[in-house]
């Protein structure tokens, strides 16, 4: 596994299609110029400004933090699994964690909000949620505790920025879809993931995962797994909010 920079990548001197905008969910980017929420309508998006990018992270945070094993495992199990990613070759993933595109006020009123949907479910998962809530308060840069598969790869934040330049006045091309294929051939889209959140016994997950494919084509969910044996695997279990581009 390693970390895509644009000094290794070739993407220096590559321009691309002007990407503005975000979906208005605290500062995370979804490629999309209306969000339809899997739960009910979202917040509108800012004035004036039209939303095409991919989901990306906020850069610049700079604070690296090493997953625990349990949480590389779920990660693992999760992609082999969910209907978005189980098919890819390759698994290109945004190297900073985030949960911005599942809320559009303060954290607080998010967390507030998943565990009173959480209230009347199991102990373990409550203990999972959180764990989950406590750990995404803040975005970190993703390490990787053991070896990874060789079908994931993390992309840096100044790869994305490259690829998917957001500074207002780039207005160039190719389009910067074309060039993330090009450069990740097999990869499905551009992945974004949070922190895992796991229950005491090391029996529920409690994970967010989002995907965009193309700049109108994408989609972001809590996801849930459960331990059985030695296996974890993912659970009809859902959660809101979530977003479809």
């Not at 979804?30 to 339809?36: I, K, N, T």
């Not at 610049?60 to 969910?82: K, N, P």
């Not at 900073?96 to 998010?110: I, R």
Request: hydrophobic content about 35%; some cysteine; charged content about 25%.
């Amino acid at each position: 596994m390693r970390v895509t920079s644009p000094k290794t990548n070739g993407l220096k001197h590559m321009k691309n299609n002007r990407i503005i905008g975000m979906v208005a969910l605290t500062g995370l980017a979804l490629a999309c110029s209306v969000p339809v929420f899997l739960t009910g309508c979202g917040p509108k998006a800012e004035k004036g400004i039209q939303k095409v990018g991919p989901e990306t992270v906020e850069l610049g945070r700079g604070v690296s933090a090493t997953l625990t094993l349990a949480e590389q495992e779920v990660i693992e199990a999760l992609l082999t699994q969910d209907f978005d990613t189980k098919d890819s070759k390759k698994h290109v993933i945004t190297e900073t964690t985030s949960v911005s595109s599942l809320h559009s006020g303060t954290y607080d009123a998010f967390s507030k909000s998943l565990r009173e949907e959480a209230k009347l479910r199991d102990q373990e998962f409550r203990e999972a949620l959180d764990d989950f809530l406590q750990k995404n308060q803040t975005a970190i840069r993703i390490v990787f505790p053991t070896n990874v598969p060789k079908s994931v790869e993390l992309i840096s934040d100044a790869t994305v920025e490259e690829v998917f330049p957001s500074k207002r006045g780039v207005s160039v091309k190719p389009n910067g879809w074309v060039v993330f294929y090009q450069q990740f051939p097999g990869s499905s889209g551009l992945i974004t993931i949070s922190r895992v959140g796991i229950d005491s016994k090391g029996t529920v997950a409690i994970i967010y995962l989002g995907q965009q494919h193309q700049y109108l084509d994408g989609i972001g969910a809590i996801r849930v797994l459960r331990r059985e044996g030695p296996k974890w695997v993912l659970s009809d279990d859902s959660m809101s909010p979530g977003w479809r581009s």
